[in-house]
Every structure is written in structure tokens, then in C-alpha cells.
């Protein structure tokens, strides 16, 4: 009775640690138009073993920074703690950005000093390669309404210009702290664009850089100019001390989710 005890408590958790590892898991996929082969990690909510339903999907840059110290450059968001925590129904893809190519795919437009201005070719892969891996693999919804873009920094920057391109692909963006200094041709675009219907959440903290709040707020009234205040699709947060870090965003993780969906 004894080793019967012991043999089912032994399948049991072993059992439990397979189920578990199999929501954290990552793949590599081709990435033709940035000529290179992404790796992809992959959060699946709690429940997803144990049910059949389907579930909204966050795409997310900087996937090295979403789930583990040791792969991060200073910090990580604690994406699938918080989401545990949470008990949020939610599939996140976090798409790891390219090194020492990470500014050229997260921006849009090219900079004077800097260069860069390749996203519409990151932003081509994500929607024509990963989203329809994603929809065949996953049980996803992935209609517009549940399908959100979302990063930091220049993350932040490509995901607001991805609700913009793709107003029918990503109808929610959590926009973190974005780099809108890096070309004033993200203001032009955003004032040429005659409807912008995604629901946008904007972060940052007041102890960033000196033009963060007001190039965020710039850009919040481009926003307005096109939409009324009363549809409730914009949300602005500026954080009290906060600043440029993965410390930031963490904290504030749970409620842009929450306010997204």
C-alpha cells in the first residue's frame, strides 16, 4: 500500500511538472523578410491543459526581458508571474529581438545619428508568418479585439506605429515608455492617419528622460484630435518617480492587462 502511495504521488507531480512545463516553452521560425530565424516563447495561461477554450493573444518584443533574469539585459518584467497571479486567460508570444539589429527592426522611420527604420519588415513577419504559426498551433482568438501588440522603449515605439499599420490585425497596444524622440515622422503619420480605432494604453514615469512625458502626451493629443475622449480607448499613466527600467514596466504590468482586456 505504502509503494502504491508513493508510485501515484511520483506519477502525480510528475505529471503536474510536465503540464507546467509545457505552458513555458519557446520555438525558432523563419523570418524571411529580416533574413534571419527567430526564437519565440511561448506563455500559455493556467488553465489552457484542462479546458478547450480559446484565448486572446499579447504579441510582445524584447522576449529575452519577459520571463527570466538570467536571459535579460538588466531586469526582467515578470510577465508569467504576474499573469499566474493574475489567473489571466491569455496566451503571451514574446518575440526575441535581433541584438545588435534590435534598433533597426523597432523603428519605423530612420534616425539622423542613429539609423534604423526597418520595422515594416519585423511587423511583416509578425503578421504574415508568426500570427497565422500562432492561430494554427494555439487555441487563439485572433480576431482583432483579441489580439494586442505590447513592448517598452522602442517597443513601445513599433507597437503604437503596429496599431497604426495594422489597425485590423491589433485592436489593443500597451505602449511603455516609448522612444517617439526617435522620429517626429511617428507624429506625421499618426496626424495623416484619418481614423485610429485601437484601444491604446500609454506609460511612462516622470523620472525618465526630460521630453518622455511630454513627447507621450504630444502624442496623446494627436490622438484625441481623432477620437472622442467618451469612447474610453485611450488611457495615460505617468508614474511618480518612475523610470527607464524593466522595474517600471513590471510593477505596471498587470494593470495594462487588465485595462486591455
Known amino acids: 500500500m505504502k509503494n502504491s502511495v508513493l508510485f501515484f504521488l511520483t506519477f502525480f507531480l510528475g505529471l503536474t511538472q510536465i503540464n507546467a512545463q509545457n505552458r513555458y516553452s519557446s520555438f525558432e521560425i523563419k523570418a ?79 534616425n539622423e545619428k542613429y539609423g534604423g527604420g526597418k520595422a515594416d519588415f519585423y511587423l511583416d513577419f509578425i503578421v504574415s508568418d508568426l500570427k497565422p504559426f500562432v492561430d494554427k498551433t494555439y ?52 496626424k495623416e492617419t484619418t481614423k485610429i480605432k485601437s484601444k491604446i494604453y500609454f506609460l511612462c514615469g516622470d523620472s525618465e528622460s526630460e521630453s518622455m512625458v511630454s513627447d507621450m502626451t504630444k502624442m496623446e493629443d494627436l490622438i484625441r484630435d481623432k477620437r472622442c475622449d467618451c469612447l474610453n ?17 513590471a510593477k505596471e504590468f498587470a494593470k ?6
Open 139 to 190: 487555441r487563439t482568438k485572433s480576431n482583432k479585439n483579441n489580439t494586442a501588440i505590447m513592448g517598452s522603449s522602442l517597443g513601445g515605439l513599433v507597437s503604437y506605429y503596429a496599431g497604426l499599420k495594422y489597425p485590423k490585425i491589433f485592436g489593443k497596444v500597451g505602449c511603455f515608455s516609448p522612444s517617439f524622440w526617435f522620429s517626429d515622422d511617428i507624429y506625421k503619420l499618426t
Open 32 to 110: 524571411p523578410q529580416l533574413d534571419t530565424i527567430k526564437k519565440i516563447y511561448v506563455y500559455l495561461p493556467l488553465n489552457y491543459e484542462t479546458s478547450n477554450k480559446k484565448y486572446p493573444v499579447i504579441y510582445m518584443h524584447d522576449a529575452q526581458n519577459l520571463f527570466d533574469d538570467k536571459t535579460s539585459f538588466v531586469g526582467e518584467w515578470k510577465v508569467d508571474e504576474t499573469l499566474d497571479s493574475l489567473k489571466a486567460n491569455v496566451i503571451i508570444i514574446g518575440i526575441e529581438h535581433g541584438n545588435s539589429k534590435r534598433m533597426e527592426e523597432l523603428t519605423p522611420f530612420k
Open 256 to 261: 495594462a492587462y487588465l485595462w486591455l482586456f
Open 233 to 249: 480607448l485611450t488611457k495615460t499613466i505617468v508614474v511618480k518617480d518612475g523610470k527607464h527600467n524593466e522595474k517600471l514596466w
